[in-house]
Structure formats: C-alpha cells, structure tokens
C-alpha cells in the first residue's frame, strides 16, 4: 500500500508540474532575462526552490538541491547563452556538484544539453563568471531546464538567459504530382519517373513510404531496388537534394491507379507525391478464318477470297502487310484497319491473286498493332494454264434447303462458291455422295465443284 501511495504522489507530482508549466504559457523568440527569482510574472518562465537573488548579474540563485528553472517558448531554439556562476561554501579547484542543463519536446521527458561537475562541462571556478553558448538545441524542443542535480558545495547562480529563434524545418520535393505510369498487362513494370527531395533544419531522417501499387528506390535502371521505406539520412539537420525513383509495379491487373507517397519527417507535417497510371488490358488481334487461304485460278486469270479481321485494346491501328517473294502477285483490298477507341469491329479484306505463269505462289499476309501479338497467314496460289481444258463443263445439280447449298459429288473434288460481286466465299474438298454447304450470303450465286458450274438463288 505505501508503495502504491508513493507512485500516485510521484504522478500528481509531475501533473501538477506539468499543468503548473503550461499555465505559465510560452513566450515567443527572441526570449532575453537578466533578473532575479522570475516568480510568475515573467512569461515563459516558471520556478521551483529558487533561493533569494544575488544583487548583480548573474542573479538568480540555486542554493538548494533539486532547485530548477524551466523556460518554455514557441518555435524552432536558434543560440542559447546565458551567464553562469558558482558560490563556493568550501575551498575547490572547481564546482565539484552535479548542475544540468536540460531541453525537452514536451516538457515531461528531458534529455542533457550540459552537465557541470568537476569533469565534464566547463570549469566552474569559484566567484568567476562564465557565460556559455550553445547553438545545437534540437529543433523540436520547446523546454529547456537548468536544475541542481546533485549539491554538495555552495551555490550557482544564472543570469542574463538570451535564447535567439532558429531556422524552421523544411521538407522540400521538386514535384508533388507523378501522371502517366502506364504499361500493357503483363508486361510490367512501368517505366520510372523521378522526384527530388531535400530537407533542412531537421530533427530527423526523411522517410518515404510508398503505397501498395508504386515502387520507389534511389536507384535507376537496373540499379533500381523497390524499398520501402526509402530512407534519406539528416546530417546536421541537413539532407541534399536526392533524387528517388518511382514505377508502376509489375504484376497488376488492368485499370487505373491513383495512389500517394508520403514523405515525412519527424517534427514536420508529412507531405504526399500523388501518382496515377494504368494497366493497359493485352491488345489482340483476332482472325477469324483458321486455315491459310489458297487461291486457285488459270493464269492471268486474277480470283480473289476474304477473310475477316478484328483487334480488341489496340493502341493503334490494325496494320496489313504481305512479304515473300511472291508478293507481288498478292493484293489486299486494304492495308490497314481504323481502330476507334481500341476496338476494330468485323472487317472484310479481299485478298486478290493474278498469277502471270503457270504453279504454285506464296505469299506471306502479316497483321500487326503495337502490342498485340502479331497474326501471319500463308498464302497459297496454284495458276493452271489458261486452255479450254480449264474451263468448267457440264452443269452441276444444285438444291437450296434453309440457307444450305446442297449437291453431289465425288469425294475429294474442290468446291468453290462465289458471291454477287465474283469474290470466292468458300473453298473445300466435297465427300462422297451428299454435300451440304452452309451459306450466309444472299443473292446469286455461283457453286464450281471440278468441271461443273451451277447458280443459286438464296
């Protein structure tokens, strides 16, 4: 019980010393005091066990053990000085006691700025007037204390306190705003984009933390290490101008993304790099006709076959192109497809094929869109020489039964339908008895199978 007593009178203690230091407010900066025992009338200061003043500068006396001075103030501290002097009571080389100087962010826990005593700080001789400066005050203490640690021969006295206003903290970034991170799904990361940071007057290191989409790291290229966080080491307050890189990070799913980089500083308010970039969904390009197209005519004789395109994400527009040494023998009815707002619908290109001898061609059709993985078709040409021999024979039985062309045939003969306009629609090999043939075109049109031609009307 008694040892419970005792921690709750420490604690009441302390809370009224804290309240009592409150009360007494904070003076602003620049602060200077050359009187005696401040009591309550000067602001900023307050007191505890502060004996009766000596009549001179440095007047205020501590002559008892435990005897402090607090002074609170508003602001970042610059230059601390005041005058320090000591009272023998018994003949010493120097102040044999233990008296401190202490700072605090809070006014509750305190760290030593300067202790005197008989091996550390400045040599206190007796009757002899010292005045100490100090310059190095952390920047975010509001407190500073001198208190008679620990007595053991006569007196000190202070006097003629002068505390300057210090330099503010400064967090500075070249940019808050980070736009156009982007990438095509899967094939991430983004590329980097950079910020510099610098700070001042700082009590601490800065630190950048990054969001869960965005890495950062303070190197480039294949130096770059994701980490987070990103720590930028203070030395005397200061950190140079540091440049810190940042990317869309692999691995992401399609879409938007808009998130902050916080830099912070301990003392200061954080500040953020907002960053926004995209995920591009996979561009495709879709063919939808499987095989290779062939072509078969006489020569000098052109015949033509279409085929249907489309491309879904596309960047840019859908590109056609043919190649091979047989190229030249090949057209298209167009070599490059619009994309609106990624997409291309649908499209017929017409491939047209004029062979000026007689055997076989080929040809090479290539769809490209930035992206998207690229779509190559064979293209094949057979040219048979143009006699009356190639010409069709004989007519050719021909049934239309709900959107169907039906006929007879031998296994393994070549069936050919063309639409209104002479484009070939369909060509495949027949099997043995019965063949029905799909159509979707409307009109007239012409069925070769071998040597037979026939018309029909769907």
Known sequence: MKSKASVKSVLFVTMLFVVFTYAMGQTTLPFTYDGGNPGTLITGL???GLGTDYLLSPKIKFDTQNDYLVLNFSGVPGTLSFKIKWYQGFTASRFPGDFTLQESADGITYSTVQLYNSTNGTALPNGTIITETFSSLLSASRYLKWIYTAKSNGNIA?????LTAGNTPTLNVSTNTLTGFSYVCC???SAEQSVNVSGSNLMNNISLT??????????SGTLFVATNPVTLIQSEGIVGNTTIYTRLKS???????AENITVASLGLNSTTISCSGTVIANPRITLTDITDPTLSTSQGRPVSQTINVSGVNLSVDLGLALSGVDAGLFSLSQYAVTQSGGNV??????????PNTVGSNTAFLTMTSTGAMPVIRTLNGISSLATDVNSPK??????????????KANEGEIVEIYNPIGQRMIQKMTIEGLNIIPV????????KVGNRMGKVII
């Open 46 to 48: 307050s007191q505890s």
């Open 158 to 162: 202070i006097g003629a306190i002068s």
């Open 187 to 189: 094939a991430g990361p």
């Open 210 to 219: 990054p969001p869960v989409d965005f890495e950062i790291s303070k190197g």
């Open 251 to 257: 691995g992401l799913v399609s879409g938007n993304y």
């Open 345 to 354: 619908p649908n499209t017929a290109v017409t491939i047209t094929y004029t």
């Open 394 to 407: 004989g007519s050719l039985n021909l049934y239309v039964d709900n959107g169907n062309i039906l006929f």
């Open 440 to 447: 979707t075109s409307h009109g007239v049109l012409l069925v």
